[in-house]
């Protein structure tokens, strides 16, 4: 099945915006995002992905163009409008870089239920999903743990529980692995299919080329000027080594061999490294 | 002179690695509360009646006996709860002369509480210690250091997320609530980043800056820092906003009253009530 036959999600059309109205975050962005796909969004820092996360989970809204999810126009009015924002919140969650942002409730059990609770669910249905969602990641015996005591591995683990507890269809990722240790990455590589095989869409931001694979099918590079550079295949941008130079996500290194004779690599910062010799 | 700066640049260093270890150990570190003691096993919200109650009680009385059998009565629920007495009262007393000390020795003197001389200190201009100026003194010190044990003992002997709960519970508003569960974990995360900034710059530079230095040093780094936590509380806002927060955030609750509970909380009532009688 291609993504032109699934139901679009989400319609991002010319978007711009800044924090400051000096710098552009985003540059006249455009991309659409269809139910049950894994997309990347592939970047250096700063070069925009946080932000676009942001604006399609209705955080910020666009300055100039537009997001639509489901046709709808993603606006301040529309998302203060009870009716909306209870269904695009209960559907789209984001995960938040910074695990110690989205943890801010006094114990694991708190923070897990704070979503159910604002959303109104019956206290009952709230307690079965905090069991749910902790049981589901392994992390019950937490649940009377302040979350800032916890390892940076655990705090992940119940970031992802306090969204999993809404049962989301749309995954929003923001540098999921960042800072991970390799088990917790290995972990949160098999939690992301998991989602994605039940039905869920995955969006991820990263400058992370070595998971790449695992998480997404299909890829958004953004480069440095804030606009999107390229849309392809894992395998098409991954082979593309000169968009990843450009775009800041491989960079040339230099060895030096014994006989003095230099070689100039590109280095794609990959499990296995590409060292294709340049002529 | 050098020597002098160098001491202040390091006791600068040391006060805010202590201050974030005896922030991170007596107020983090919630191990007494996990105790199998009297107050651990009872109802929050009981607790914070109970508490309520005896505080009444200590603001109300002007007996100063009474006020001494209230701050008796706050170690026997300390000793019942399995807290050490000698660490429950240094952390009372302990900082007692610094706060409460520094109004309730001024009112030792006959310049503020006329009375009869009990000592005379000097005699041109005239400083005299008076035996009103003590009673006042000991009153204020007593009322202080046993509402401040109760409130310790509180604290102790409650997990903060419960202690938070339970207030909500009984109707204290829940921006206030919300507000203050945030303030306790992020000053927590605040006061790693300002240490991680000292170490940063202790890793980047040899010996240590003159005074002046150090001033401009520690100036900059509170503009970083609240710069920095403007960031973060945008950025929790946004996380809660992520999870449906419409400017009343919900709390969901399991307490169950008890007849232990019940109990306990009729026997503080009964202590405060007859506190409130005998020290009128």
């Not at chain 2, 002007?62 to 300390?78: D, E, N, Q, T």
């Not at chain 2, 007849?259 to 009128?280: K, N, S």
């Amino acid at each position: 099945m291609t993504g032109m036959q699934r139901e679009t999600l989400f319609e991002i059309e010319q978007v711009v915006f800044s924090y400051d109205q000096k710098n552009l975050a985003l540059n006249g962005v455009s991309l659409e995002i269809f139910a049950g796909e894994r997309l990347a969004i592939l970047g250096s820092n700063g070069s925009g992905k946080s932000t676009l996360l942001k604006l399609m989970d209705g955080l910020y809204f666009a300055q100039q163009g537009e997001i639509r999810y489901r046709g709808t126009r993603l606006t301040s009015e529309l998302l203060n409008q009870e009716n909306f924002a209870f269904g695009f919140r209960r559907a789209v969650s984001l995960v938040f870089q910074d695990s110690d942002v989205q943890l801010f409730s006094p114990s694991v059990w708190d923070e897990v239920a704070f979503a159910p609770l604002q959303l109104d669910l019956a206290p009952a249905e709230v307690e079965a999903r905090v069991a749910e969602a902790l049981g589901g990641l392994n992390i019950t015996t937490l649940r009377d743990r302040a979350p800032h005591r916890l390892s940076g591995g655990e705090k992940k683990k119940v970031a992802i529980a306090s969204v999993l507890s809404l049962r989301p269809e749309i995954w929003l990722l923001d540098e999921p692995t960042a800072g991970l240790d390799p088990r917790s990455q290995s972990w949160l590589i098999d939690f992301i299919q998991e989602r994605w095989r039940q039905g869920n869409t995955i969006v991820t931001a990263t400058h992370d080329l070595d998971v790449l694979d695992d998480i997404a099918d299909r890829v958004i590079v953004f480069n440095e000027m804030h606009r999107v550079e390229a849309m392809g295949t894992v395998a098409e941008i991954l082979s593309d080594e000169e968009l990843l130079v450009r775009c800041n996500l491989a960079h040339r290194h230099r060895h030096y061999h014994f006989d003095d004779v230099v070689h100039e690599h590109h280095h794609l910062h990959q499990g296995e490294h590409q060292h294709t010799h340049l002529e | 002179m050098a020597k002098s700066n160098n001491a202040i640049a390091g006791a600068v260093e040391r006060t805010l690695a202590e201050v974030t270890a005896s922030i991170e150990n007596n107020i983090f570190a919630e191990e007494m509360t996990h105790k199998p003691g009297m107050l651990q096993g009872l109802d929050p919200r009981a607790k914070i009646l109970m508490f309520l109650a005896l505080l009444l009680a200590i603001s109300l009385s002007r007996s100063l006996p009474v006020l001494l059998g209230l701050y008796i009565f706050s170690l026997l629920l300390a000793w019942l709860s399995q807290v050490p007495l000698g660490f429950f009262i240094k952390r009372v007393w302990l900082f007692m002369p610094f706060f409460t000390g520094i109004i309730a020795i001024p009112a030792l003197f006959s310049f503020i509480t006329p009375g009869n001389p009990l000592l005379v200190l000097w005699s041109n201009p005239l400083l005299v210690i008076t035996d009103r100026g003590v009673m006042t003194a000991a009153f204020l010190l007593l009322r202080v250091g046993a509402s401040v044990s109760m409130g310790i003992l509180l604290v102790l002997t409650t997990p903060w997320n419960a202690l938070l709960k339970a207030l909500s519970v009984l109707r204290v508003p829940k921006v206030f609530i919300l507000t203050l569960g945030m303030t306790y974990r992020y000053i927590y995360l605040l006061l790693h980043t300002a240490n991680d900034m000292f170490l940063a710059r202790k890793s980047r530079i040899v010996g240590r800056m003159d005074s002046a230095g150090e001033r401009r040093w520690i100036a900059a780094s509170m503009g970083g820092l609240l710069s920095r936590s403007f960031d973060l509380s945008n950025d929790v806002y946004l996380a809660m906003l992520s999870r449906g927060y419409r400017g009343e955030a919900r709390v969901a609750h399991t307490f169950a009253f008890t007849t232990r509970d019940w109990l306990w909380t009729a026997v503080a009532l009964a202590v405060a009530v007859v506190a409130i009688y005998l020290g009128r």
